[in-house]
């Protein structure tokens, strides 16, 4: 079982930056891919960004959506069970709630494969 905690959100004006952190409880964190997902209202939840776990191969190489790639940067610390996800450049289309999810095995940006979900973050760009 692993639990997520987010936190970070707020309000921004467009052009600004907003960082986002994810606590995870569990002692087995580091082996977790770990993923920032995001859902605006009337909208679908999308992906967002992605990092793996150590131990598969490419231990903690990043995967960002395009709609994002250039200005998000997603990050872990497994020593503080935390991953990040620094949002420069914002614009008011990446208003949404942000959730961080926690799945074993290879990462994904597919929200239904991920097993353990936070209970999300509000982020609002401002025009």
């Known amino acids: 079982q692993v639990l997520l905690v987010e936190s970070g959100g707020g309000l921004v004006q467009a052009g600004g930056s907003l960082g986002l952190s994810c606590a995870a409880s569990?002692?087995?964190?580091?082996?977790?891919?770990m993923g920032w997902f995001r859902q605006a209202p009337g909208k679908e939840r999308e992906f967002v960004a992605t990092?793996?776990?150590?131990?598969?191969?490419?231990?903690?190489?990043?995967f960002y959506a395009d709609s994002v790639k250039g200005r998000f940067t997603i990050s872990r610390d497994n020593d503080k069970n935390t991953v990040y996800l620094q949002m420069n450049t914002l614009k008011p289309e990446d208003t949404a709630v942000y959730y961080c999810?926690?799945?074993?095995?290879?990462?994904?940006?597919?929200?239904?494969?991920?097993?353990?979900w936070g209970q999300g973050t509000q982020v609002t760009v401002s025009s």
């Open positions: 990092i793996m776990g150590s131990g598969m191969g490419s231990g903690g190489s990043p």
């Open positions: 569990g002692r087995t964190f580091s082996t977790y891919a």
């Open positions: 999810a926690a799945k074993t095995g290879y990462y994904s940006g597919h929200y239904p494969d991920y097993d353990y």
